[in-house]
């Protein structure tokens, strides 16, 4: 019984940190931030669902939602990776994997949709 009790921990502990600890080496940017380092050999990678990413374009992404990270991360340049999300916890799972397949993610940007808009994100990032 005490081993349940334990393996039942470890298993929650290893859900919370996939989901909820930040991910290290990842920063979060603004989108000036992220406009200016697009000079260099970065590429967005939009992991918001396709509904969201198609409402709120963003020109030079890379759209690849993140339930089909798993299936489609080879398809993505091999460039230093900002991410575009609408949650942590979205961030957090797709770092995490992209990091695991060695794949170079440096910083990442929540937008929602009323925040895209309003600082002028969408088709000028």
């Known amino acids: 019984m005490i081993y349940l009790v334990a393996l039942g921990l470890m298993a929650a502990t290893y859900f919370v940190y996939q989901r909820y600890m930040p991910v290290r080496g990842v920063k979060q940017m603004t989108p000036q931030e992220v406009a200016a380092s697009r000079e260099e050999n970065v590429q967005l990678l939009d992991i918001r669902d396709y509904q969201t990413s198609n409402r709120d374009f963003i020109i030079d992404a890379h759209c690849l939602p993140l339930p089909y990270l798993k299936r489609h991360y080879h398809e993505i340049p091999n460039k230093r990776i900002i991410l575009i999300g609408t949650d942590l916890v979205e961030k957090n799972l797709a770092a995490r994997f992209l990091k695991g397949k060695g794949i170079e ?21």
Do not use: A, P, W
């Open 105 to 125: 993610v440096t910083g990442y940007c929540l937008c929602l949709s009323n925040d895209c808009k309003e600082e002028g994100y969408s088709y000028e990032i």
